[in-house]
């Protein structure tokens, strides 16, 4: 994976998880906050399946390039 490779991989992942807690951490704090034990339980869960979600996203993202011969076919 070249360097610029990996500064656009670690922009993305900054990215993605600046936005999952503006959503899914902010919902789960506001249940949090106000007791509501069924909202705390449904936000837990959309924030791990925002986490999941990313996770294998950003795997998908670095998956290597397959391996090219020398007339440069795959």
């Known amino acids: 994976m070249a360097m610029s490779d990996n500064i656009h991989l670690e922009r993305w ?6 936005n999952i807690m503006l959503h899914e951490g902010m919902s789960l704090m506001n249940a949090a906050q106000w007791l509501d034990k069924q909202q705390t339980r449904k936000s837990t869960q ?12 950003a795997a998908m993202l670095k ?12």
């Open 13 to 18: 992942a900054l990215e993605r998880a600046h």
């Open 46 to 57: 959309n924030l791990r399946d925002a986490i999941q979600r990313s996770l294998i996203d």
């Open 63 to 74: 998956k290597p390039a397959a391996p090219t011969d020398e007339t440069g076919n795959s």
